[in-house]
């Protein structure tokens, strides 16, 4: 490093002694500065001098055109800048250079090969979940299950039964406290964790094909009839949930304005509303995935 400096010192200094004293009579003089220290001076196209950051680096010249450029190399990045003047004689001109900044051909063959590499990466990546969920999506159809996001629902509603294409049977309805004896005892696909949705986790399964997408709302019922009255029904995807016995569904949660009614929601409209908890309405179950 030191062998390097004082290599680019004795270069500078040589420059600027060859200027000072082998300058033509009536010179006249510019003085570079540039906003990175340690670039070159080319004076149509030689290498002249370098630019410090004390300050002006100054060059004699006879009168006439220069094509004045500045760079500074690195194994990243190239920075320079171009100008034309022209000097007359016993005439000084403050030249400042905020360089250019671009790429140089290792940068660009490296950031090749990095986006080589991620893309493969994620191909790998991309491969493997493809495999997972074609596993996953198999064992759902064979168990009854069909895995959401990070929650694993069951396909039919209680009551009903899954025959390894859809589900069969009328399905049982609840009172809302029922419903709480009834899952604490479910033990399906090989899990005993299954719960009731809460009212939030329910609403992600209605499906409004005008487009409309239905929020959980404290103050306000939403449905599907806000994207416009063109809709199906049951507001339910019916491939992965087939054989609705019915449109009524309790969530988990209970309205806390009132303790004689509790949340609901439609898969008829695509809503969620309070109703009396007197009611008897169906139930599908849900569990954490892994």
């Known amino acids: 490093m030191f062998k390097k400096t004082t290599q680019l010192l004795i270069l500078t200094m040589a420059l600027l002694f060859n200027n000072s004293y082998a300058a033509p009579k009536d010179a006249g003089k510019l003085r570079i500065s540039s906003d990175r220290a340690g670039a070159y001076i080319y004076i149509n196209g030689r290498k002249k001098a370098m630019t410090s950051d004390e300050g002006y680096t100054s060059i004699l010249l006879a009168e006439g055109e220069y094509k004045v450029k500045v760079e500074k190399v690195t194994d990243e990045w190239i920075y320079s800048k171009t100008r034309e003047v022209f000097l007359g004689a016993d005439i000084s001109i403050n030249l400042k250079f905020n360089l250019d900044k671009r790429a140089t051909e290792k940068r660009k063959q490296r950031l090749a090969k990095e986006k080589i ?10 491969i493997a979940k493809e495999k997972r969920l074609a596993k996953q999506a198999e064992l759902d159809k064979k168990s009854g299950t069909v895995s959401i996001g990070n929650l694993i629902w069951k396909r039919c509603a209680e009551g009903q039964t899954w025959n390894g294409d859809t589900c069969t049977g009328k399905g049982k309805r609840y009172k809302w406290q029922a419903r709480f004896d009834h899952f604490k005892t479910v033990s399906f696909a090989g899990y005993t964790d299954w719960r009731l949705p809460t009212i939030k986790e329910l609403n992600t399964l209605i499906y409004c094909s005008n487009g409309y997408q239905v929020q959980s709302k404290k103050d306000d019922f939403d449905s599907c009839a806000k994207g ?22 309790w969530p988990s949660s209970a309205n806390l304005n009132s303790s004689s009614y509790a949340w609901m929601v439609s898969f008829y409209h695509g809503f969620g509303n309070v109703n009396d908890r007197n009611n008897y309405y169906y139930i599908r179950l849900v569990r954490s995935g892994e």
């Open 117 to 126: 590499a991620i893309e493969k990466f994620l191909a790998v990546g991309k």
């Open 228 to 249: 416009g009255k063109n809709y199906q029904t049951p507001t339910i995807n019916q491939t992965l949930f087939p054989g609705l016995p019915g449109s009524l569904f």
